[in-house]
């Protein structure tokens, strides 16, 4: 089982930053991949970026390429999605997850979920 807490969201105007973390409670962390979804009202859960258990390969969705970072620390047990540019279109909820495993970036191939944390992005 591995339990996840996101922090970091709130309320930017655009243009602005904002950087979530990810605290997990297992220290076989690194052995998960560990992605960053996000729902808008109305929307479907939509990947935005995932990295690999050693931090050696990454994915971003079209949408915020060039403009998140993720990254993680091992030794933290912590992932984090650094923001910048932010538009309106990125407020959302951001949810943390975590695999066994890389490939395939659908929601249903992650098993563990955290709350989320609201991002609203003003115009």
């Known amino acids: 089982q591995v339990h996840l807490v996101e922090s970091g969201g709130g309320l930017v105007q655009a243009g602005g930053s904002l950087r979530l973390s990810c605290a997990a409670s297992?220290?076989?962390?690194?052995?998960?991949?560990m992605g960053w979804f996000r729902q808008a009202p109305g929307k479907e859960r939509e990947i935005v970026a995932a990295?690999?258990?050693?931090?050696?390969?990454?994915f971003y969705a079209d949408s915020v390429k060039g403009r998140f970072t993720i990254s993680r620390d091992n030794a933290r047990i912590t992932v984090y999605l650094q923001m910048h540019s932010l538009k309106p279109e990125d407020t959302a909820v951001y949810y943390c997850?975590?695999?066994?495993?890389?490939?395939?970036?659908?929601?249903?191939?992650?098993?563990?979920w955290g709350q989320g944390t609201q991002v609203t992005v003003s115009s």
């Open positions: 990295i690999s258990g050693s931090g050696g390969s990454t």
């Open positions: 997850a975590a695999k066994r495993g890389w490939g395939g970036q659908q929601s249903d191939t992650y098993n563990y």
């Open positions: 297992r220290r076989t962390f690194s052995s998960y991949a």
